[in-house]
């Protein structure tokens, strides 16, 4: 004969280990991220900070610091501007308050920071404000980077512009006064001769700003690659220039896009 299992009453109880009070589900947090977390005490002027401190910045992690350490590693060009902005946040009785500014690492560098904070307030006064600074220099690098990217591309095409296109035009004003010269003496001989010579070099400027005009709009290269992107081209430009061309594509995956971009310039 099989027993059956035995069903008990009794109750589980949760143990106070398993019921975090918020202050321990913060700790937990401030451990658990990569940034550097802080709980900065108003009433006592310090500020405790989580191991980020060190792994951003280069500082003792888990440490506790006069708040006046902050602001002293705040770049000296944005000091004021941050101290008054926060300062404005606690008179207005903000609940949130965020600001970017450059801090001094350890090694004496500076990094590029996003700095957010909420307040916990009493009737009268802000007494703490829990945050964190998130580290943006590898962001803040690469927009700048892509800046000077479209500077050193506008400069290209600027040159582009007054070495082909402009020498092109002025040729045609010169050359168009001169056929009007010798349409008003009768030289309907060097007249027609002129004006055929117009036609070639206005054809010669179209497709030159034709070409500009193609290299300033890539969308293509963005959204469907660079295969792509070179056939629009052979279809959009040289086609209509007259140039018999024909692409060959074997087994290309897409590629970073500022490999594309290269490549794309380069061919």
Do not use: C
């Not at 957010?116 to 962001?139: E, H, N, W």
Request: proline residues 2%.
């Amino acid at each position: 004969m099989t027993s059956k299992p035995r069903v008990s009453n009794q109750k589980v109880e949760l143990t106070p280990k398993l019921i975090l009070t918020d202050e321990e589900k913060l700790i937990l947090s401030a451990k658990a991220s990569a940034d550097a977390i802080y709980d900065w005490d108003m009433v006592a002027g310090v500020t405790t900070w989580n191991h980020g401190l060190q792994s951003l910045f280069g500082y003792d992690g888990d440490s506790v610091k006069a708040h006046g350490w902050w602001e002293e590693h705040i770049h000296p060009d944005d000091q004021d501007r941050v101290i008054k902005s926060i300062t404005t946040a606690h008179v207005t009785k903000a609940d949130y308050w965020t600001d970017e500014y450059r801090f001094r690492r350890a090694d004496g560098t500076y990094a590029f920071v996003v700095d957010r904070g909420y307040f916990i307030y009493d009737d009268q006064k802000p007494l703490r404000q829990i945050g964190a600074v998130i580290d943006i220099t590898s962001r803040v690098a690469l927009a700048e980077a892509q800046v000077q990217s479209a500077i050193e591309e506008r400069q290209r095409l600027a040159r582009d512009l007054h070495d082909s296109v402009s020498q092109t035009l002025y040729s045609l004003t010169l050359i168009a006064e001169a056929t009007r010269r010798l349409a008003q003496n009768g030289q309907l001989d060097q007249v027609i001769a002129q004006t055929a010579r117009l036609g070639e070099l206005s054809q010669q400027s179209l497709k030159e700003m034709r070409l500009l005009i193609f290299e300033l709009r890539l969308p293509t290269l963005e959204r469907e690659g660079l295969a792509k992107a070179l056939q629009h081209r052979l279809d959009a430009v040289e086609k209509r220039a007259g140039v018999d061309a024909s692409l060959i594509v074997e087994g290309v995956d897409r590629l970073l896009v500022l490999v594309e971009e290269g490549l794309f310039n380069i061919a």
